[in-house]
């Protein structure tokens, strides 16, 4: 049984990974995109804010795969 846990653990893991590298991807994306010509302020102001919404949740992602690695380690040292 505790092999079913770490193989769904590394799974979870493996998934938030992915959607990390995903998202990481879509910001870089973003901030290397150039700007085009006669873009207007308030068009610019809402690329900023999406950019950084989406550095936010990058972040999160990252947040979240870094507990998820801290509790496995926790558990699998703990099931010793």
């Given at each position: 049984?505790r092999?079913?846990h770490?193989?769904?653990?590394?799974a979870?893991l493996?998934q938030?990974?992915?959607v990390?590298?995903?998202?990481?991807?879509?910001?870089?994306?973003?901030?290397?995109?150039?700007?085009?010509?006669?873009?207007?302020?308030?068009?610019?102001?809402?690329?900023?804010?999406e950019?950084?919404e989406?550095?936010?949740?990058?972040?999160a992602v990252t947040?979240a795969?870094?507990?998820?690695?801290w509790?496995?380690?926790?558990?699998?040292?703990?099931?010793?």
């Amino acid at each position: 049984m505790r092999a079913f846990h770490r193989n769904l653990h590394c799974a979870a893991l493996t998934q938030i990974l992915k959607v990390r590298k995903i998202t990481v991807a879509k910001a870089e994306d973003a901030d290397s995109t150039p700007l085009q010509d006669g873009l207007s302020i308030p068009a610019g102001i809402t690329r900023r804010r999406e950019r950084i919404e989406r550095l936010k949740t990058a972040t999160a992602v990252t947040a979240a795969g870094a507990l998820m690695t801290w509790c496995r380690c926790a558990w699998l040292i703990g099931s010793d």
